[in-house]
């Protein structure tokens, strides 16, 4: 992608910064983020970046009209992304993940925003027992988070279908990467676990640890969130590396990647938390020409060798 106007809602995010690095350089690249849930390093990032940076909220509908002027993409990364928390606080999750991308639809359509690629969760399918999860499968969310992220999906399809506003959902499975912040207690499991072996502390496992994911490179997120936006596509696809190990497997792997003498503490499982995750990424594959480079050894290998 060259020579574009593009928007990046939660862009000093993680995720999100991984957007503006990737694009800043060839394109006008707005970033718009409350730092609510945006880590340290990455906001102080993409504040070094040529981006152009705004603190504020996608439930500010004025300062949206105000940046979405002769936008071309939209790439809604904000969210307040977390299983748990919105467990603890569902009406926030819902104003800031659900109300927040409706109040952006509406400026990106009144805006003649080109395309919207709406940041979705593999979350929305629950945990309906069949793998591999594609994406004519019944969505089942099981979270407040999930029920947020299927409502934006809704509303994407709906905006697409009526006022003829391109979208594009994808369903994001377990991201990790560089800058992913590891210091919260609703962090993701892989800086948890990383950072936690590096100091020799106890990797903590909710459950037995039997519970598997597939897990997605920040970089092959990157990837198909342009390949998106740059295409036909629309309506829901799933974004992950198509394979799958257990939550045990990934902890011995990182203590014995980084010659750790951590030990493994079990606790109990959390609330709304699904047991088995895996993607068919097929339809990401014919659709946009998705095709994802970092197995789980591969991305582990880059991740630690930028914090070395």
Known sequence: MKGKNVLITGGAGFIGSHIAETLAPENEVRVLDNMAT???????????????????????IPLLKKL?????????????????????????????????TLNLLIVARDSGVKKVVFA?????????PKLPKIETMQPNPKSPYAVSKLAGEHYCRVFHEIYGLQTT??????VYGPRQNPDSQYSAVIPRFIYGAMQNKDLVIFGDGEQTR????????????????????????????????????????????????SSILHKEPRAGD????????????????????????NGLSDYLGWLK
């Open 120 to 128: 979705s969760s593999s979350s929305v399918y629950g945990d309906t």
């Open 214 to 261: 597939d897990f997605t490179y920040v970089k092959d997120v990157v990837e198909a969130n342009i390949l998106a936006a740059e295409s036909k596509a629309s309506g829901e696809f799933n974004i992950a590396f198509g394979s799958r190990i257990s939550i045990k497997d990934l902890a011995e792997k990182i203590i014995n990647l980084t010659d750790s003498k």
């Open 38 to 60: 945006s880590g340290k390093q990455s906001s102080e990032f993409v504040k070094k970046t040529e981006a152009e940076f705004i603190d504020g909220s996608i439930n500010d």
């Open 68 to 100: 979405m002027k002769d936008i071309d993409y939209v790439f809604h990364q904000a969210a307040i992304p977390s299983v748990s928390r919105s467990v603890k606080d569902p009406i926030a999750t819902n104003e800031a993940n659900a109300t927040g």
């Open 169 to 174: 959902c994808l369903r994001y499975f377990n």
């Open 274 to 297: 699904v047991k088995h995750s895996l993607a068919d990424v097929s339809k990401a594959k014919k659709a946009f020409s998705y095709s994802p480079k970092y197995s789980i050894d």
